[in-house]
């Protein structure tokens, strides 16, 4: 179910881009599509992506195809109801300004949250998984560790924020992704991350991402490097700093601070040192533990 889900997903993103170019609707300042074809693609990787990852499942097969299944019926109930608020130009995310708003939203919500809990379900059988190789699982466990951190993010946008509640500014929306300033406002180029306050879907897209970004990282150094060492010690680099990525990105949103800030590029210089020495230290480690036990064999 899941490469039908991705199929489907993928098919909604040439539908939705077709109707992102020709349909002048706006809404929040852009294009009502701008959003279904976001979370169209998002679905077709991650849909994708999972249904890859399911052939490394060796235990509890059963249970994996059946939280494989439940994704993908989740995924689609959130974009069927994302691509049909947009459709008729309401909001879909935040939206409880009517009862029937609320109801939606609410599914949305309880859909992403089994999303949630079915993927930590399904990533417990890929943990130990012998039928990949060493420094795949490496890469899978710190993307899934990383992918439910960034899922949990999404959550922390959804309490209402202070302003909202207020009577005279009630509008029948609670929650937002934008810290220190109202959804909507001038941002990055299609992503729309805000550029004028903290928009907390930086560290959510990097954080679900890491699913793609990492295990890529693997089997390209497995393609490219032959010492298994260098390889384990790339992907700890890369996982140590993309962790500090997320975490990084987070952090600045919840204060305020949009990404173009200049300070930014200070940080991920910071972050790039950090993964650097992280993947110098690993092989380190790596070549003395393997010294240690050549030693201990000849001995």
Do not use: C
Request: charged content about 10%; hydrophobic content about 55%; cysteine-free.
């Amino acid at each position: 179910m899941l490469n039908a889900a991705a199929l489907a997903s993928l098919v909604g993103s040439i539908v939705v881009l077709v109707l992102f170019a020709t349909d002048s609707r706006e809404l929040l300042g852009v294009s009502v599509w701008e959003k279904p074809l976001k979370f169209l693609i998002s679905a077709t990787f991650y849909a994708t992506t999972f249904s890859w990852l399911y052939t490394f499942v060796e235990k509890g097969k059963g249970l994996a195809s059946k939280m494989g299944n439940v994704i993908a019926l989740m995924l689609i109930v959130e974009l069927v109801v994302i691509v049909g608020m947009a459709s008729v130009g309401s909001t879909s995310h935040f939206n409880v300004s009517t009862p029937f708003n609320i109801a939606i939203w609410s599914l949305m919500a309880t859909a992403i949250s089994i999303v949630w809990l079915a993927t930590f379900s399904l990533s417990t059988g890929l943990w130990n998984s012998q039928i990949m190789s060493a420094d795949l699982r490496l890469a899978v466990r710190w993307s899934i560790g990383l992918g439910l951190a960034g899922m949990g993010i999404a959550f922390t946008m959804t309490p209402p924020q202070p302003q909202q509640v207020l009577p005279e500014n009630w509008a029948g929306i609670a929650g937002a992704h934008t810290v220190g300033a109202a959804d909507g406002g001038p941002g990055l180029p299609f992503l729309g991350w805000s550029t004028q306050a903290g928009d907390l879907r930086i560290s959510h897209f990097l954080g679900l991402h890491a699913l793609q970004v990492l295990p890529l990282i693997a089997v390209v150094s497995s393609i490219l490097v032959t010492n298994y060492f260098v390889r384990r010690a790339i992907i700890m680099g890369a996982g140590v700093a993309y962790a500090l990525l997320i975490a990084f990105t987070y952090v600045q949103a919840l204060l305020g601070e949009t990404i173009v800030q200049p300070s930014t590029l200070i940080f991920l210089g910071i972050i790039l040192i950090v993964g650097m020495l992280s993947t110098g230290f690993s092989l380190f480690r790596s070549r003395k533990d393997e010294t240690l036990k050549t030693r201990a064999r000849v001995s």
